[in-house]
């Protein structure tokens, strides 16, 4: 993964940022192929947004409007949703409730996606071990 970000928060530090990133990039495999620029935004009508632009670009917003740890997981929910882009398990499609997952057309309330549960799941996983190393590696509770 490479990557770029824009708008990003004073509350949240660039050695946070850059550690969650290169975190995520491991734990989830990011490919080393994809571009994904990361927008701090306040015009965020939920915690973030992962956009998939085709050829290997991508598009992560982040409401920044949020304390540093709600941040750091809502980064690594989408970025779990880029790592689904980038192997093909997810496709989404123009209907907003539905998407192709793992090769089938699955139409289900936001809650009840496959997608979904997955990110949401890591989320909590990785910004649990993300906080531990941290505070291991300087000794700084997030
Ligand atoms: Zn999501």
């Known amino acids: 993964m490479i990557y770029?970000?824009?708008?990003?928060?004073?509350?949240?530090?660039?050695l946070v940022l850059e550690e969650a990133l290169a975190y995520a990039k491991k734990y989830l495999k990011l490919s080393d192929a994809s571009y994904v620029l990361i927008e701090f935004t306040k015009d965020c009508d939920t915690f973030g947004y992962a956009h998939n632009e085709g050829d290997n670009d991508y598009h992560i917003e982040i409401n920044k409007n949020h304390t540093v740890p709600l941040?750091?997981?809502?980064?690594?929910?989408?970025?779990?949703?880029?790592?689904?882009?980038?192997?093909g398990r997810l496709i989404m499609t123009p209907n907003d409730d539905g998407a192709v997952w793992e090769g089938?057309?699955?139409?289900?309330?936001?809650?009840?996606?496959?997608?979904?549960?997955?990110?949401?799941?890591?989320?909590?996983?990785?910004?649990?071990?993300?906080?531990?190393n941290f505070k291991k590696k300087y000794n700084y509770a997030l």
């Open 4 to 14: 770029d970000y824009d708008g990003k928060p004073r509350n949240l530090k660039k």
């Open 104 to 132: 089938l057309y699955v139409e289900a309330e936001y809650d009840d996606q496959p997608w979904e549960e997955e990110a949401y799941d890591l989320e909590t996983k990785m910004l649990r071990n993300f906080k531990r």
């Open 71 to 87: 941040m750091l997981g809502t980064l690594f929910h989408e970025l779990t949703h880029i790592r689904q882009y980038e192997t």
